[in-house]
């Protein structure tokens, strides 16, 4: 069952560098994230997102910041409304099979991969395969198990 499904007005944060968004009121903080961030997955006008953050007003309420390349594909611009269905992003990590197999090769590593939230998985994996080359993706598996090994779990340690 979605968290949202209905039409939303695309409004403009005014200042230099200004993001588009739009407002989710029906939608409440969520007390145990920084900042009060709600993780969701979903659709903008039939364009899929995943892995989203809903983002503090400051006012207790939540917003959606809609990407340029997503507004440029929908040809849509602050002032217009779009359609929006949003679900919990609360789905299981699916961990790559090569990344498990390293993982597998180290003592307890992958058990305590295992142990780690689902977002810390997500974030540890999407980092990961963000890399550029399989070089660069090799040198991340190897500094991600170092860090289990180090029982390191930093957020910003996955960037």
């Known amino acids: 069952m979605p968290l949202v499904d209905k039409e939303y007005l695309l409004e403009k944060f005014q200042g230099k560098g200004g993001w588009t968004f739009t407002r989710i009121p029906e939608i409440q903080q969520n007390k145990n994230t920084p900042f009060g961030c709600v993780r969701v997955r979903g659709t903008i006008d039939h364009f899929e997102i995943n892995n989203y953050n809903l983002q503090s007003m400051g006012n207790g309420n939540l917003f959606l910041p809609i990407k340029a390349e997503i507004r440029k594909k929908l040809n849509k611009k602050e002032g217009d409304y779009v359609h929006i269905t949003l ?6 990590t699916d961990i790559p099979e ?4 390293c993982l597998m090769d180290e003592p307890n590593v992958y058990e305590t991969f295992l142990n780690y939230t689902n977002g810390e998985q997500k974030t540890i994996i999407q980092w990961i395969y963000s890399a550029k080359t399989d070089a660069k993706k090799v040198e991340r598996i190897v500094k ?14 996955y960037r």
Do not use: G, H, M, S
């Not at 090569?98 to 197999?101: A, G, I, N, T």
């Open 87 to 92: 679900f919990a992003d609360n789905l299981p």
């Open 98 to 101: 090569e990344l498990k197999l």
């Open 144 to 157: 991600t198990i170092e860090k289990i090994e180090q029982n390191i779990r930093q957020k910003n340690t």
